[in-house]
């Protein structure tokens, strides 16, 4: 009768002991946050226009690289000079360096009249490159700000040389928190494709 009872238990025992593993898996990386971050872009192409690709007019935008602090779709607090802390309840719905190459697209079309290209239709429409790192988007503690840094490289259409820029916005941010981030972030992030734009519009 004892073995009986054992055997009739190992199923039960079996189950418990493979849920195990599944649960860890679940439960790992803790809950999400009540809501995402994103960018909105405050210049946009006008719908329904149709627009024409010439070699003066047409850009590719290439999704910038980023250092390894921003590779991920946390928000970094600069606390010092060599010290990077993560804002605590605040994620961004993707990696900011592809909501970023968006932005930079829509203001190209909007504000510079460009046709932004992907990568394969390129290659029958000559086109300008537009590249570069992003070097910082998060907030400063001690300054109280948002910073955005980009490191551009554009090779304009029809040119071999290639030009190198950096552009930089900083907003104030009335408090270090998920809230505050994301509108500042995204006012700042705005800023900086406005002066790339303005700059690849007037060297045309």
Known sequence: MTVRRMTATLPALFVTLAA?????CLSFGGKPPKQL???AATSQPQPGVDQTATAASAIVVQVPAVPQMIANTRVP??????????LKDAQWAEPPARMFARLLADTLTARARMVVL?????FSAPSADLGGELRSFGLDAAQRQAVVIYDAS????GRAEVEKRRFEARVPIA???ALSAGSTLSQAANDVAV?????IRTGR
């Open 195 to 199: 002066q790339v734009a303005d700059w």
């Open 118 to 122: 992907s990568p394969a239709q390129s």
């Open 77 to 86: 607090v600069q606390e010092s000079d060599t010290t990077v802390a993560y």
């Open 175 to 177: 408090a270090i928190d």
């Open 37 to 39: 971050l994103t960018l």
């Open 20 to 24: 195990l593993p599944l649960a860890g």
């Open 154 to 157: 554009l090779t304009r259409a």
